[in-house]
């Protein structure tokens, strides 16, 4: 059975490295009300005896079965179910759970229970709400319409994008994010810092060809891609000499996708993925040390867009 209407979920990060919890609607239909409604149709949030909202968090994922399963965080909401799935059923959801929209946001899939005489149900839209983020003095990067996500990592907070959305809503660290406060105040943050172990694949968001390398930041260093859309990125904070396991060099042509190097440590032993973007006939970074001042642009946009791109191999695959 399937519960429609115009239903959201909300996000709601509760620390900066926690996974985000989902407040959805959830409560109980009666056997007698689900009896009036042929099988597959929708049934309106109004038709409800009862409903509230109720936080869930995801508990696992099958990707197989291109399902995702919720747990009830509250176990005093009782009038909710415990677990419910959600499973991405082809020519009806084509986006996955973490994307920024879809193509019909009224068209939930809702878990739907028989219990002690109760039909409990719980669901939301795939719309993650306060998704935008916040322009920060520089234009967004614009490049390739379906960048690669840069890294091969196994890091257990995933491919999260550190940001804050124009509404308030924190994703990530602060301290990750563009246009950070870095030196107290004398400078920022030119980049994203992407969750990555020491060790893991760096590769290229698109085609193009590597215009520079150099040492970058504590003891790891950089590449830079001159990209055919004409976007620049800098891929910082890799291992020195890593490139070389790839026949990456100067001028090497790569394409979107190809091996580029190895994510290093920083003498202080800490470890990521460093990306700047910047206008294109960049071929050295510039330190920001005034908002909206020199060729850097802000990466937040283009890298929700290489996640999206990354997170739809979960919902088509």
Same mark, same amino acid.
């Given at each position: 059975?399937?519960?429609?209407?115009?239903?959201?979920?909300?996000?709601?990060?509760?620390?900066?490295?926690?996974?985000?919890?989902?407040?959805?609607? %959830?409560?109980?239909?009666?056997?007698?009300?689900?009896?009036?409604?042929?099988?597959?149709?929708?049934?309106?949030?109004?038709?409800?005896?009862?409903?509230?909202?109720?936080?869930?968090?995801?508990?696992?994922?099958? #990707?197989?079965?291109? *399902?995702?399963?919720?747990?009830?965080?509250?176990?005093?909401?009782?009038?909710?179910?415990?677990?419910?799935?959600? #499973?991405?059923?082809?020519?009806?959801?084509?986006?996955?759970?973490?994307?920024?929209?879809?193509? #019909?946001?009224?068209?939930?899939?809702?878990?739907?229970?028989?219990?002690?005489? %109760?039909?409990?149900? *719980?669901?939301?839209?795939?719309?993650?709400?306060?998704?935008?983020?916040?322009?920060?003095?520089?234009?967004?990067?614009?490049?390739?319409?379906?960048?690669?996500?840069?890294?091969?990592?196994?890091?257990?907070?995933?491919?999260?994008?550190?940001?804050?959305?124009?509404?308030?809503?924190?994703?990530?660290?602060? *301290?990750?994010?563009?246009?950070?406060?870095?030196?107290?105040?004398?400078?920022?943050?030119?980049?994203?810092?992407?969750?990555?172990?020491?060790?893991?694949?760096?590769? %290229?968001?698109?085609?193009?060809?590597?215009?520079?390398?150099?040492?970058?930041?504590?003891?790891?260093?950089?590449?830079?891609?001159?990209?055919?859309?004409?976007?620049?990125?800098?891929?910082?904070?890799?291992?020195?000499?890593?490139?070389?396991?790839?026949?990456?060099?100067?001028?090497?042509?790569?394409?979107?996708?190809?091996?580029?190097?190895?994510?290093?440590?920083?003498?202080?032993?800490?470890?990521?993925?460093?990306?700047?973007?910047?206008? *294109?006939?960049?071929?050295?970074?510039?330190?920001?040390?005034?908002?909206?001042?020199?060729?850097?642009?802000?990466?937040?946009?283009?890298?929700?867009?290489?996640?999206?791109?990354?997170?739809?191999?979960?919902?088509?695959?």
């Amino acid at each position: 059975m399937e519960f429609g209407g115009n239903i959201s979920g909300e996000i709601r990060p509760d620390a900066y490295y926690m996974g985000p919890r989902y407040t959805f609607y %959830a409560g109980v239909i009666s056997p007698d009300t689900a009896s009036k409604f042929a099988p597959g149709e929708k049934i309106p949030l109004s038709a409800a005896e009862f409903s509230a909202p109720v936080e869930y968090e995801i508990s696992d994922m099958d #990707t197989d079965d291109r *399902a995702w399963i919720f747990r009830r965080i509250d176990p005093s909401a009782t009038f909710a179910p415990e677990y419910w799935s959600f #499973t991405a059923v082809p020519g009806l959801i084509k986006k996955s759970l973490f994307m920024t929209d879809m193509d #019909t946001p009224a068209a939930s899939i809702v878990g739907v229970r028989e219990e002690a005489g %109760a039909i409990k149900f *719980a669901g939301g839209s795939l719309l993650e709400p306060a998704l935008e983020p916040t322009g920060k003095s520089f234009p967004f990067a614009e490049g390739s319409s379906n960048p690669a996500w840069p890294v091969r990592s196994r890091h257990k907070y995933g491919r999260t994008v550190s940001y804050t959305s124009e509404q308030g809503v924190t994703f990530g660290s602060p *301290a990750r994010q563009f246009m950070a406060s870095r030196g107290e105040g004398e400078r920022y943050h030119a980049g994203i810092d992407v969750y990555a172990n020491i060790g893991d694949t760096v590769l %290229a968001m698109e085609s193009g060809v590597i215009v520079n390398r150099y040492h970058f930041f504590h003891g790891t260093w950089c590449l830079i891609q001159q990209c055919d859309s004409g976007l620049v990125i800098l891929y910082g904070e890799v291992e020195k000499n890593s490139w070389k396991k790839f026949r990456i060099q100067r001028g090497t042509r790569v394409e979107r996708g190809t091996k580029l190097a190895l994510v290093g440590e920083m003498s202080g032993g800490s470890h990521m993925l460093h990306i700047e973007t910047y206008k *294109a006939g960049t071929t050295k970074n510039e330190q920001v040390i005034e908002p909206g001042k020199g060729p850097a642009l802000d990466p937040t946009r283009y890298l929700l867009l290489a996640k999206m791109n990354e997170d739809r191999k979960y919902a088509t695959a």
